[in-house]
């Protein structure tokens, strides 16, 4: 077994077929271990300079007064979901009303799971990025040169709910917080598509978020004997439209803020919520998707839960029209439209890399760049988007 390997050899002498590490916890659970493997080490410029900014500096909204705050507390709170998402593409929401004893039970449900024995996780290992349940290590071990110190377990819960039927009680559970999650996720955007100008059930029916996709994944980050050198998820931005990030109270995520990483430690019983790359096609590029990566420590294993909302798989997504006219002319569409199940495709069959897969539907990059999407043996066939 990996784990007994682990600990009797340096890091140099680790095998190199990644494959054979099934789980970071196993790994991570072995007696001694000190070092890690050279399959799980990145070179050090990865974890650049992070700042600290002022405390408050972080947009906070307040959910309840989007809902059901006076005309004037609505139209402020639009406002500032606008600036959150131009200046930051990043902010914590309170007062969403999803129960506190609910994001404590999904987060004990979801160690749950990482802690069943690993024959029972491979049961729900899934084979392509398409499947509804898929559990595993790193991203995509097929793809990556070096893997990252996080296990994960990934299930699609709308507009079909789908979910591991191992530990008892996960299922009703993640149904429950999948739910009221989404109502937050749709009010949210309720107010984005006001925010640019736009009919506030805008993004709702472009998008057919009736049928919207919306996918559950759980990061586990165990303890790492050299933080340092490993990475948890490196610099990525997320396909969808919006997530929606809770954790275990250990913190780790980092955001990228005008050029610089950004510490982020969440309010007590808040939403994290960082804008997709699904938000920039469709606002033109007005609000960005946030890149932001997650790092790892020494002294507790982290867990997270990230709800990602995007589009009806079906759903091609172009920038919106009306966004392009106004009186002071036209602006040309950066991004061309690509179906979403495609781009998901794309971006879950290829190393995270930063925002690769947005660029690849820049309007700009068309005239050189070809896109690669993946077919359903997971071959990469190269087809050019017109
Ligand atoms: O664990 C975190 O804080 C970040 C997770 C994340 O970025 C993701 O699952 O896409
Ligand atoms: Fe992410």
Known sequence: MAAETASLLPSQAFPSQPTKISSIKTLAESPGLTSIP?????????????????????????????????????????????????????????????????????????????????????????????????????CNVSVEKAFYWRDFLKFFVHPVFYSPTKPAGLSEISLEYSQRVREVARGLLK?????????????DKALNLEQGKQIFVANLYPT?????????????????????????GIGGLQIQHEGKWVNVCALPNSFLVNTGDHLEI????????VLHRAMVNSKATRISIAMIHGPSLDS?????????????GNEPAAYVGMKYKDYLELQQSN???????????????????????????????TSMIS
Request: proline share 7%; hydrophobic share 30%; with cysteine.
């Open 191 to 203: 107010g984005i598509s006001e925010s640019l100008g736009l009919e506030g059930s805008y993004i």
């Open 282 to 289: 469709l606002s033109n590029g007005r609000y960005k998707s």
């Open 224 to 248: 790492c004997p050299q933080p340092e050198l490993a990475m948890g998820l490196p610099p990525h931005s997320d396909h969808g439209l919006l997530t929606l990030l809770i954790y275990n």
């Open 38 to 138: 050279a399959t799980h080490t990145f070179t050090p410029d990865l974890h650049d300079q992070v700042i600290c900014v002022p405390e408050g500096s972080i947009p906070v909204i307040d959910y309840s007064l989007l809902i059901s705050g006076t005309p004037d507390q609505r139209s402020k709170t639009v406002h500032e979901l606008g600036r959150a998402c131009q200046d930051w593409g990043f902010f914590m929401v309170i007062n969403h009303g999803v129960p506190e004893n609910l994001l404590s039970s999904i987060l004990d449900g979801c160690k749950g799971f990482f802690d069943l024995p690993e024959e029972e996780k491979q049961e729900f290992k899934g084979n392509h990025v398409l499947d509804p349940i898929r559990s595993g290590t790193s």
């Open 316 to 328: 091609v997504v172009s920038p919106a029209t009306e966004l392009l006219v106004s009186s002071k």
């Open 351 to 381: 190393k995270l890399d930063g925002k690769s897969c947005l660029d690849r539907v820049r309007s700009s990059s068309l005239a050189t760049a070809s896109v690669c999407v993946p077919n359903h043996e997971g071959n990469n066939d």
